[in-house]
């Protein structure tokens, strides 16, 4: 049963065009998260964010940027992509102060 | 660096044998450990997890070993199932705000 949904399950893109990726949960939760996952399978943390703070990892280029318009909703806006950001995006949410992560099944992203 | 690791790549096994997935983590200050499972073409899902203060963590047919000295943690698939194959992530965190840091993950194959 699927509780963190993410649209779109794929797009396609080309260099330099701007692709924003929509999550929604309805757990309740209170924290989202943003992680990539590459084409060797590593999951890397991109954001944490909730209605107190945003954490970035300092890895994360700029052109990308987290969009939230409530606590059940975060986006992902890429402003102009490049080829390394051909990935999975898996977007994730929890209780503010509790460890225990549920994923969404990904948006992939191919960018040509 | 990769601050979390996990062998072996991947594993095979008969239905009805125990799988040993082995994990271990370089930072101390981790003091929680989750296990997911991920199916092709889905999101990451929580299988079962352990906190730094426990050395064993029973559910179901899975089971982790935590060795807080060595830092190394295991999970044990006892009586694996066909449908137990998939990729299995061993992630760590210290701050939940900061997010799971994950391993590369082990490829389980489970033949009948």
């Known amino acids: 049963e699927t509780a963190v949904f993410q649209t779109p399950n794929y797009h396609v893109t080309q260099v330099g065009n701007e692709v924003s990726f929509n999550c929604k949960q309805t757990?309740?939760?209170?924290?989202m998260y943003w992680y990539k996952q590459d084409s060797k399978k590593l999951l890397k943390i991109m954001f944490s964010?909730?209605?107190?703070?945003?954490?970035v990892n300092e890895t994360v280029p700029r052109r990308f940027s987290p969009q939230s318009s409530d606590k059940a909703h975060l986006n992902l806006r890429i402003k102009s992509v490049e080829p390394e950001d051909s990935a999975v995006y898996l977007c994730?949410?929890?209780?503010?102060?509790?460890?225990?992560?549920?994923f969404g099944p990904g948006t992939r992203l191919l960018v040509l | 660096q990769q601050q979390v690791r996990q062998s072996p790549q991947s594993l095979t096994v008969w239905e009805g044998e125990t799988a040993i997935l082995n994990c271990s983590y370089e930072?101390?200050?981790?003091?929680?450990f989750p296990w997911y499972q991920q199916f092709p073409g889905e999101g990451p899902a929580l299988l079962i997890s352990?906190?730094?203060?426990?050395d064993k963590k029973e559910d179901g047919r899975f089971t982790i070993f935590f060795n807080k000295r060595e830092k190394k943690l295991s999970l044990h698939i006892t009586d694996s199932q066909p449908g137990d194959s998939a990729t299995y992530f061993c992630?760590?965190?210290?701050?939940?705000?900061?997010?799971?840091?994950f391993g590369l993950g082990t490829r389980v194959s489970v033949f009948p």
């Open positions: 757990l309740g939760h209170d924290t």
């Open positions: 992630a760590a965190s210290v701050n939940y705000a900061q997010g799971l840091t």
């Open positions: 994730a949410s929890s209780y503010w102060g509790r460890d225990t992560q549920y």
């Open positions: 964010y909730n209605n107190k703070q945003l954490i």
């Open positions: 930072d101390s200050t981790f003091n929680y």
């Open positions: 352990i906190s730094s203060v426990s």
